[in-house]
């Protein structure tokens, strides 16, 4: 019996089959490594666009606090649980205003609204942010689809160090502070404390 012969044709066609197959690989680990780089990108950006309108939020209400501090009324109480966007002359794209019943969107922010009992008052509450992939913020690990909250509190002169405000110790300015966030309209409430 004969040896087939390979004829210098196949050789090329193997060739040719070989070169494309090899070309393949490297496109595909190429793309490979860009998607992958891209959702670092991605997730990079997030962190800061929610890091910046953090720091421009406390800018606000360090102005906030120093006005209200230099007015008559020198109430810098009245001023917890209120909306900072409130205080900014600017159009912020992510923000939707009043979240209303809902959570906001991904990559959204809106003010939720805890409504008062005894006056039916509701314009204090806490800001809500829900990110669109997971991030960390201000330390935290946050995945996506879960809201994350903060809310305007008052800062004052500790002056014994016990974290607890007592009558003579005065307000100091205010501050935005991460608060815990459920679901529901009565743990909503528990967030407030």
């Not at 044709?9 to 490594?33: C, E, G, K």
């Not at 992510?94 to 005894?118: I, L, R, T, V």
């Amino acid at each position: 019996m004969q040896e087939p012969r390979w004829s210098s044709a196949d050789s090329l066609a193997n060739a040719r089959r070989m070169r494309m197959l090899t070309a393949l690989v490297v496109l595909f680990v190429l793309w490979w490594v860009l998607l992958g780089r891209l959702e670092r990108e991605l997730k990079q950006v997030e962190q800061q666009s929610v890091a910046m309108v953090l720091t421009q939020l406390r800018s606000a209400l360090v102005i906030k606090g120093a006005e209200d501090m230099l007015s008559r009324d020198q109430n810098l109480a009245r001023l917890e649980g209120r909306n900072p966007f409130n205080w900014l002359d600017h159009q912020w794209a992510s923000y939707k205003g009043d979240c209303g019943e809902n959570e906001p969107d991904s990559g959204s922010w809106c003010f939720a609204n805890q409504q008062q009992k005894e006056t039916g008052e509701t314009a204090r509450g806490w800001l809500i942010y829900k990110p669109k992939q997971p991030i960390t913020i201000e330390g935290k690990r946050v995945h996506p689809e879960q809201s994350i909250a903060w809310r305007v509190t008052t800062e004052f002169a500790d002056r014994n160090r016990n974290n607890l405000r007592e009558q003579d110790e005065r307000l100091t300015g205010l501050s935005l502070r991460p608060v815990p966030f459920q679901h529901t309209t009565v743990n909503r409430q528990d967030a407030r404390r």
